[in-house]
């Protein structure tokens, strides 16, 4: 499955973004769907994930409360809403597929998005 998000940008502090993640290829449907991020000189991290036909999601406990991840199978799009945003949620964003749900291992997600970058001003 090849993935394509986007929808990053410039927002100030308190502000909102909605990022897409379009896929193509295999049966997007079968896939569990995760949203990572990676800030300069910091690991890849565990943001939002959401299984295969929808019915469990998790998220870390940095963006509880402020993010939400839904994903629409009919489009082939997850969607990452973001609210409240903070300069510490400024980083690349990915998104990713797995098979195995296990939603915050970064090591099960075998395909991966470019990444888009969000930056949040204060």
């Known amino acids: 499955v090849q993935l394509q998000a986007s929808g990053g940008g410039l927002v100030q502090a308190g502000g909102s973004l909605r990022l897409s993640c379009a896929a193509s290829?295999?049966?997007?449907?079968?896939?569990?769907m995760g949203w990572f991020r990676q800030a300069p000189g910091k690991e890849r991290e565990f943001v939002a994930a959401?299984?295969?036909?929808?019915?469990?999601?998790v998220v870390a406990d940095s963006v509880k409360g402020r993010f939400t991840i839904s994903r629409d199978n009919a489009k082939n799009t997850v969607i990452l809403q973001m609210n409240g945003l903070k300069p510490e949620d400024t980083a690349v964003y990915y998104c990713?597929?797995?098979?195995?749900?296990?939603?915050?291992?970064?090591?099960?997600?075998?395909?991966w998005g470019q990444g888009t970058q969000v930056t949040v001003s204060s």
């Open positions: 959401i299984s295969w036909q929808g019915g469990n999601t």
């Open positions: 990713a597929a797995a098979l195995d749900w296990s939603p915050t291992d970064k090591y099960k997600y075998a395909y």
């Open positions: 290829g295999r049966t997007f449907s079968s896939f569990h």
